[in-house]
C-alpha cells in the first residue's frame, strides 16, 4: 500500500465536513490536487504569466517553455511516438468531440458503423449519435455479460467491415471494467476500423502506454488525476492528426491568412485555436511529475488492494449490491443499499464527513441494463485508506439502521 503520509500532501483533506474528518470518495468524478499542483499553479500566474509562442519577451518565453514543457512531460507519460501527437484541451468530452466532428465527419458515411458499448460515459456516446444522426450511420453495442464485462467473441462478432469507428472506455466509472483495448484495437484494424478510447477514468489510475494498445486516438483529462480542471489532451496518431481538419479556427492555429483563403500551422497546433490553457497544462505537467514520482503501478496495486478491501468489507452488509464484477483491478465500487435511495445514501453519508456519488454517473443506457435508475459509487485514489473504507461501511451501516428506524 502506498504510505499514508501521501494524504498530507493533499491541503483539502485536512478539514472536518459537518462535524467529522473528511472521507473523499468521489474520485471518478474529479481528484483532488497536491501542494506541488496547486504551487505550480500559483507561481506560473506570479511570475511567468504571459500569451504563449507570440511574444519574444522573456515572460513570454518562460511560458512557451512551461507550456510546451508539459506537453513533451505527457507525451512521455503515456508514451506518444512525439510532442506532435499531444492535442490540449478542456478535457475528454471536448477531445471526443474534436474526433468526432473532424475525423468522423470525414470518414463516417450513410450504412457505416460506429461500434459502442453499453456502459459507456455519455460523453463517448452524445458524440457518436450525432455523428450518426448527420451522416446516416448504425450505432452498434457489443453485448455486455451478465457482470458487466464483454467477450472479444462478442466483440468479433459485432465490428464488421463496415466498421468505421470503435469508441470504447479504457475502465468503466460505474462497473469498475477495464476492457481489452489492445485485443479490440486489433480487431478494429482488421476490418479497417480506427479505435477511439476515453481514458478519463483509466490515465489516473494505471501504466498507459498508447504504443502498445495501438489505439488511434486517446483521450483523458487531467483533473482526474491531480491536475486543474479544464485542461486534458487528445493524443492522435501522428498521420490521422495530419489529415484531420481543424474545429475551431481563429489565431494562434493559422499558418498564413488571406482574404479568401488560409492555411494552418503544423501538428500539434493546428487544433489549439486561440489563447490556451497555459496555467492548466503547467498544472497538469506538475501532476505527471507528482505521479510519476510515487509511480503509476505503486498507484494501481493501491487501488487494487483498497477496492478488493473495500468489496469484503460491503460484503458484511446484509442488502447491499455491488454491481459489476468481482475482483475488480481499479478502486471504484458501485452499490446499492437495500431501497434506499442512493441520493438519500449519499446525504446521509455526507453528514458523517463521507463524500461519494450519487446518480445515473453520466451512463443512462447501462443504467436501464442495470435495472436502476441510479446508484451510489465510491471510488478511491492513491490518498485513500483502508481505514476511509472502515469509516464508509461504518456509515453505512448507521444509513441503513436510520432508514429502518425512518420506515418503521
Same mark, same amino acid.
Given at each position: 500500500?502506498?504510505?499514508?503520509?501521501?494524504?498530507?500532501?493533499?491541503?483539502?483533506?485536512?478539514?472536518?465536513?459537518?462535524?467529522?474528518?473528511?472521507?473523499?470518495?468521489?474520485?471518478?468524478?474529479?481528484?483532488?490536487?497536491?501542494?506541488?499542483?496547486?504551487?505550480?499553479?500559483?507561481?506560473?500566474?506570479?511570475?511567468?504569466?504571459?500569451?504563449?509562442?507570440?511574444?519574444?519577451?522573456?515572460?513570454?518565453?518562460?511560458?512557451?517553455?512551461?507550456?510546451?514543457?508539459?506537453?513533451?512531460?505527457?507525451?512521455?507519460?503515456?508514451?506518444?511516438?512525439?510532442?506532435?501527437?499531444?492535442?490540449?484541451?478542456?478535457?475528454?468530452?471536448?477531445?471526443?468531440?474534436?474526433?468526432?466532428?473532424?475525423?468522423?465527419?470525414?470518414?463516417?458515411?450513410?450504412?457505416?458503423?460506429?461500434?459502442?458499448?453499453?456502459?459507456?460515459?455519455?460523453?463517448?456516446?452524445?458524440?457518436?449519435?450525432?455523428?450518426?444522426?448527420?451522416?446516416?450511420?448504425?450505432?452498434?453495442?457489443?453485448?455486455?455479460?451478465?457482470?458487466?464485462?464483454?467477450?472479444?467473441?462478442?466483440?468479433?462478432?459485432?465490428?464488421?467491415?463496415?466498421?468505421?469507428?470503435?469508441?470504447?472506455?479504457?475502465?468503466?466509472?460505474?462497473?469498475?471494467?477495464?476492457?481489452?483495448?489492445?485485443?479490440?484495437?486489433?480487431?478494429?484494424?482488421?476490418?479497417?476500423?480506427?479505435?477511439?478510447?476515453?481514458?478519463?477514468?483509466?490515465?489516473?489510475?494505471?501504466?498507459?502506454?498508447?504504443?502498445?494498445?495501438?489505439?488511434?486516438?486517446?483521450?483523458?483529462?487531467?483533473?482526474?488525476?491531480?491536475?486543474?480542471?479544464?485542461?486534458?489532451?487528445?493524443?492522435?496518431?501522428?498521420?490521422?492528426?495530419?489529415?484531420?481538419?481543424?474545429?475551431?479556427?481563429?489565431?494562434?492555429?493559422?499558418?498564413?491568412?488571406?482574404?479568401?483563403?488560409?492555411?494552418?500551422?503544423?501538428?500539434?497546433?493546428?487544433?489549439?485555436?486561440?489563447?490556451?490553457?497555459?496555467?492548466?497544462?503547467?498544472?497538469?505537467? *506538475?501532476? $505527471?511529475?507528482?505521479? &510519476?514520482? /510515487?509511480?503509476?503501478? @505503486?498507484? #494501481?496495486?493501491?487501488?487494487?488492494? +483498497?477496492?478488493?478491501?473495500?468489496?469484503?468489507?460491503?460484503?458484511?452488509?446484509?442488502?447491499?449490491?455491488?454491481?459489476?464484477?468481482?475482483?475488480?483491478?481499479?478502486?471504484?465500487?458501485?452499490?446499492?443499499?437495500?431501497?434506499?435511495?442512493?441520493?438519500?445514501? *449519499?446525504? $446521509?453519508?455526507?453528514? &458523517?464527513? /463521507?463524500?461519494?456519488? @450519487?446518480? #445515473?454517473?453520466?451512463?443512462?443506457? +447501462?443504467?436501464?441494463?442495470?435495472?436502476?435508475?441510479?446508484?451510489?459509487?465510491?471510488?478511491?485514489?492513491?490518498?485513500?485508506?483502508?481505514?476511509?473504507?472502515?469509516?464508509?461501511?461504518?456509515?453505512?451501516?448507521?444509513?441503513?439502521?436510520?432508514?429502518?428506524?425512518?420506515?418503521?
Amino acid at each position: 500500500m502506498i504510505s499514508s503520509t501521501i494524504r498530507e500532501q493533499f491541503p483539502i483533506l485536512n478539514q472536518d465536513i459537518n462535524g467529522h474528518p473528511l472521507v473523499y470518495l468521489d474520485n471518478a468524478a474529479t481528484s483532488q490536487k497536491p501542494r506541488q499542483v496547486i504551487e505550480a499553479v500559483k507561481s506560473y500566474y506570479e511570475w511567468d504569466n504571459a500569451n504563449v509562442h507570440r511574444g519574444v519577451h522573456t515572460l513570454g518565453s518562460r511560458a512557451t517553455d512551461a507550456y510546451e514543457g508539459a506537453r513533451e512531460k505527457l507525451a512521455r507519460f503515456i508514451n506518444a511516438r512525439s510532442t506532435k501527437e499531444i492535442i490540449f484541451t478542456r478535457g475528454t468530452t471536448t477531445a471526443l468531440n474534436m474526433v468526432a466532428s473532424s475525423y468522423g465527419a470525414a470518414n463516417v458515411g450513410e450504412g457505416d458503423e460506429i461500434v459502442l458499448t453499453l456502459m459507456e460515459h455519455h460523453s463517448n456516446l452524445i458524440p457518436w449519435q450525432q455523428l450518426a444522426k448527420r451522416t446516416g450511420a448504425t450505432l452498434k453495442y457489443i453485448p455486455l455479460q451478465q457482470d458487466g464485462n464483454i467477450t472479444l467473441a462478442d466483440a468479433e462478432a459485432t465490428i464488421t467491415d463496415r466498421t468505421k469507428i470503435v469508441a470504447i472506455a479504457y475502465v468503466s466509472n460505474v462497473m469498475g471494467v477495464t476492457h481489452p483495448v489492445k485485443e479490440l484495437a486489433e480487431i478494429a484494424h482488421r476490418h479497417g476500423a480506427v479505435i477511439v478510447v476515453d481514458g478519463a477514468q483509466s490515465t489516473p489510475h494505471m501504466k498507459v502506454d498508447v504504443q502498445d494498445l495501438d489505439c488511434d486516438f486517446y483521450t483523458l483529462s487531467g483533473h482526474k488525476m491531480c491536475a486543474p480542471t479544464g485542461i486534458g489532451a487528445l493524443y492522435g496518431k501522428k498521420a490521422l492528426l495530419e489529415a484531420m481538419e481543424p474545429v475551431e479556427f481563429g489565431g494562434e492555429m493559422i499558418d498564413d491568412v488571406g482574404l479568401y483563403e488560409s492555411t494552418w500551422k503544423e501538428l500539434p497546433w493546428k487544433f489549439e485555436g486561440g489563447t490556451p490553457i497555459i496555467a492548466g497544462a503547467v498544472g497538469l505537467g *506538475a501532476a $505527471v511529475d507528482f505521479l &510519476q514520482e /510515487i509511480g503509476m503501478e @505503486a498507484i #494501481h496495486q493501491h487501488e487494487k488492494q +483498497l477496492a478488493a478491501y473495500a468489496e469484503q468489507r460491503l460484503a458484511e452488509i446484509d442488502g447491499l449490491n455491488v454491481f459489476g464484477p468481482r475482483g475488480r483491478g481499479v478502486g471504484v465500487v458501485t452499490f446499492n443499499l437495500g431501497d434506499v435511495h442512493p441520493h438519500d445514501v *449519499a446525504t $446521509v453519508l455526507d453528514a &458523517q464527513g /463521507i463524500a461519494i456519488r @450519487a446518480g #445515473h454517473h453520466c451512463c443512462q443506457p +447501462l443504467m436501464r441494463w442495470l435495472q436502476v435508475s441510479s446508484t451510489a459509487r465510491a471510488s478511491f485514489y492513491l490518498y485513500n485508506t483502508e481505514q476511509d473504507v472502515d469509516r464508509l461501511v461504518s456509515a453505512l451501516i448507521k444509513t441503513k439502521e436510520y432508514f429502518a428506524d425512518e420506515l418503521g
